[in-house]
């Protein structure tokens, strides 16, 4: 089965009848970069930034990130590359920010929200996204993003810092992309005004699902009620992939659900551009996609978004995936 599946590892990711997905990966630092290449990536996903913070004494300075971020791009050799802001705070401590501890730390002061009170550390990471970006395809993303006043507030910081850039005659790419993860419900119902401020938004299936469905999934007592196949998120992603389109934007998706071969189906009917998922299941999932039909899973996604229960959505997947073997 590998070995069938290994045929499709460096072939363009694509269905039976053509219909493009760009499948991507997830990495949480630097070294990762060329194994999710020789496994197939057509870009990286989401860099996951704030491995480069946790565990150390003190934060990496400006060159110490730079090198990450450039040797990540230096694998890409031309391949898109989302490096998303550090997601600190809230369930992964710095002990050297001296954060407060939170009785409730998803809900709590993490990621952008730490962003104001760390300015100097926050435009230091801009700082060397942009320095690395000419290395490259670089998109930078902002996670927890719930508000249009948190991106305007980030895009001032990020047009500061090019100003700075500008005046000491360093260079940065003008093709720099801006997007914002997509994993506060709030941001769904007003994702069209999202679109006049980014470029392109990343579904995180992980705190999107937990979120909506107001389920903590590190809590066994109701871990049973996490799931992403919940109607309510299919008719979320519908929403916000069918509006950002609408809009000129496109839309990927960067949590564990993309790695579920029997959910792909689904994804792809969503209609994203983009799946991001841990390198060892691109090829895989590559696999998987040439043997579906775009028109066929926009019918499945249409009709699982219309079905009650998660049950029913699992049915509808079970009854599709017989019929193809
Ligand atoms: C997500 O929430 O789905 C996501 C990709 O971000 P993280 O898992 O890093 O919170
Ligand atoms: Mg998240």
Request: aromatic share 8%; hydrophobic share 40%; net charge negative.
């Amino acid at each position: 089965e590998q070995q069938r599946q290994a045929v499709y590892a460096h072939q363009p990711a694509v269905t039976a009848d053509g219909h493009r997905v760009e499948i991507a990966a997830n990495i949480a630092c630097s070294i990762e970069a060329p194994a999710a290449f020789a496994n197939g990536a057509e870009g990286i996903g989401l860099f996951r930034t704030e491995m480069l913070f946790m565990d150390r004494h003190s934060a990496p300075d400006e060159d110490e990130q730079f090198n990450h971020y450039r040797e990540v791009l230096d694998a890409a050799n031309g391949k898109p590359v989302i490096i998303r802001t550090m997601d600190i705070g809230g369930d992964k401590p710095i002990d050297y920010l001296k954060l407060p501890e939170e009785a409730n730390p998803f809900l709590g002061y993490r990621a952008v929200r730490i962003y104001p009170q760390f300015e100097q550390l926050f435009r230091s990471q801009l700082r060397a996204i942009l320095r690395a970006s000419v290395y490259g395809s670089t998109r930078i993303m902002i996670p927890m993003i719930q508000s249009i006043e948190e991106i305007r507030w980030v895009k001032q910081q990020l047009a500061a810092v090019k100003t700075e850039l500008d005046n000491s005659n360093i260079a940065y790419s003008k093709q720099l992309q801006l997007g914002i993860m997509v994993e506060i419900p709030a941001v769904a119902f007003i994702i069209d005004q999202f679109c006049q401020e980014v470029d392109f938004f990343s579904i995180g299936s992980n705190d999107m699902t937990q979120y909506l469905l107001a389920v903590d999934r590190d809590n066994a007592q109701v871990s049973h009620l996490y799931n992403s196949l919940a109607p309510a998120f299919l008719r979320l992603l519908q929403h916000v992939v069918s509006t950002a389109h609408e809009h000129g934007r496109w839309v990927g998706l960067c949590g564990e659900l993309g790695a579920d071969t029997k959910v792909l189906p689904l994804l792809v009917g969503a209609g994203l551009d983009e799946i991001s998922m841990s390198a060892p299941k691109i090829t895989a999932t590559k696999a998987a996609l040439n043997h579906l039909t775009f028109e066929h899973c926009q019918q499945l996604f249409e009709q699982a978004c219309q079905c009650p229960t998660i049950d029913d959505v699992t049915a509808l997947l079970n009854k599709t995936a017989s019929q193809e073997t």
